[in-house]
């Protein structure tokens, strides 16, 4: 089913879309979650969603398989964004952090092995707040299936060692 279009967005305030991630929300930095601002949820939002992703692993130039940097949902649909370096003590209530590639619930900042990689920020809108437990991406993406009424996507990138 086709994602109806929609005012929601999502952007950062330290990267601008399509461009470098600040090296200190990286495994070369202090890697610490971005500060992310997002605004027009649509009328009937129950809860948000966010995935991080990159689908460039290994290497962009032959990508091999999805890897997951972050995984939050039940997010209040009256919150307008998460700050810098966010802890899950500061989340918006009722907030659920999923398990990202680490094998472990938080942020997890760009560490690309080869290459310049994209990372994909998806922010979904919901007509249902999900009550997962403890969700990877994949399992989270079931259930959001027939439920989601906007997405907005920010991508930036990184590469390592230049």
């Known amino acids: 089913m086709p994602v109806p279009i929609t005012s929601l967005s999502i952007t950062s305030p330290a990267f601008a879309h399509q461009t470098e991630i600040p090296r200190e929300y990286t495994c070369d930095g202090s890697d610490r979650s971005p500060p992310l ?18 689908p460039d692993v290994p ?7 999805i890897w997951v940097h972050w995984v939050l949902y039940d997010i209040p649909p009256s ?12 989340l ?19 560490c690309p092995p080869i290459g ?4 994909f920020h998806r922010l979904y809108a919901l007509d249902t707040v999900l009550s997962l437990g403890q969700a990877t991406k994949t399992r989270l993406e079931q259930a959001m299936a027939g439920h989601i009424l906007g997405e907005a996507e920010l991508i930036g990138t990184y590469q390592r060692g230049r």
């Open 59 to 65: 290497d962009p130039k032959a990508p091999q398989r």
């Open 37 to 54: 601002v997002w605004s027009g949820v649509p009328p009937g939002t129950r809860s948000l969603a966010l995935i991080v992703h990159d």
């Open 116 to 119: 310049r990689h994209r990372y």
């Open 79 to 90: 919150a307008t964004g998460l700050p810098e370096a966010v802890a899950p003590a500061a």
């Open 92 to 110: 918006p209530p009722g907030t659920k952090e999923g398990r990202n590639d680490w094998g472990r619930t938080g942020y997890g900042g760009p």
